[in-house]
């Protein structure tokens, strides 16, 4: 499949696998893969040196899956218990095809192809993650959508007696998220099956999560079961919380502060006491490939 997304990042860029797996292979095939990425060529992983000073424990251990916990370490540990085979995703509403897609199915019709995307979190700190997965409109069009149909929303699982952090209502269960048609449409973003090769770990949102880069990281919803295109914007779970703090853009925006903290900036995960900031990028470094779906709008107000 011909992809017409460009890459920008190189392996200089990313997080190091060290993060993850705490072992010293990285995906030296990343270095000016941009083309290998824009063909939809998978990358090869390769031996070689630990790119950044980050640790395994940085990434693995330090991730948002509320449904697990609200501290960084939760998902991590917790995790563990979600079963996610056999897994299904359903796909309904304003489709030609709804039904019930096993995630085994889904596998077989995708192109699974190696991206290396910024991501960055609303709290203000980010990563640099080569994720594997393909493209959410190759699985919209497997459903196909209908003419009339002008959102997509998105469900986590919710199953309470593998998630222990359900029992709290931090957020109104299950986890929901929401795109405008053309942003899910948008060649950037992804559904991810993976990372640095591997398959997704648990609490990184396994079997398969939404990528969207140049939105805030809550965005990219975790361990999807459920897909609906509707023709209303739909209610999304940060937004129905603090609809102030949390816009159902959220496009990733220095000039547009969180009420309570500034997005000027951002603390690159890893590297502990000399832990780098740095600027944030408008649309988080993507404004060239998405600044157009926003084209007189005004972006403090939609935010
Ligand atoms: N998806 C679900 N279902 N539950 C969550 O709590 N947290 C979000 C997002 N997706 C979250 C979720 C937030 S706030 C962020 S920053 C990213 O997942 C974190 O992804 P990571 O843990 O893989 O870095």
């Known amino acids: 499949m011909a992809h017409r997304w460009k890459n920008n990042l190189s392996a200089d860029d990313v997080t190091s696998e060290a993060l993850f797996w705490n072992r010293r292979k990285i995906l030296a095939g990343l270095a000016g893969s941009g083309l290998a990425a824009a063909t939809g060529q998978s990358v090869q992983a390769a031996e070689g040196e630990a790119l950044t000073s980050n640790t395994w424990e940085d990434v693995t251990s330090y991730c948002n899956f509320y449904e697990f916990g609200t501290g960084k370490s939760d998902p991590s540990l917790f995790a563990r218990k979600m079963t ?77 007696n593998e998630m222990p952090g359900t029992v709290y209502p931090v957020l109104d269960w299950p986890y929901r998220e929401g795109l405008r048609l053309d942003e899910a449409m948008h060649p950037l973003t992804m559904m991810a099956t993976g990372i640095f090769g591997k398959p997704l770990p648990n609490q990184n949102g396994a079997p398969l999560r939404l990528v969207v880069p140049w939105k805030y990281g809550f965005k990219s919803i975790k361990s999807i079961v459920k897909i609906t295109l509707t023709d209303t914007q739909p209610e999304t779970s940060w937004n129905m919380a603090n609809a102030r703090e949390y816009g159902f853009y959220s496009n990733v925006n220095p000039n547009v502060d969180h009420p309570r903290w500034s997005q000027a900036s951002e603390r690159v995960l890893g590297g502990g006491l000399f832990a780098k900031r740095q600027d944030t990028l408008m649309f988080n470094g993507y404004e060239e490939e998405v600044a157009h779906l926003y084209d007189g709008m005004d972006l403090a107000k939609f935010n």
């Open 84 to 160: 996610t085979s056999p897994w299904s995703v359903e796909i309904d509403g304003l489709v030609e095809r709804p039904g019930a897609y096993s995630f085994d199915d889904i596998m077989s019709e995708m192109t699974i192809e190696e991206r290396i995307y910024r991501f960055r979190c609303v709290e203000a700190w980010s990563m640099v993650v080569p994720w594997n997965g393909f493209e959410l409109a190759d699985l919209l069009n497997l459903a196909g959508v209908q003419d009339g149909a002008k959102y997509v929303s998105f469900e986590t699982l919710y199953r309470p």
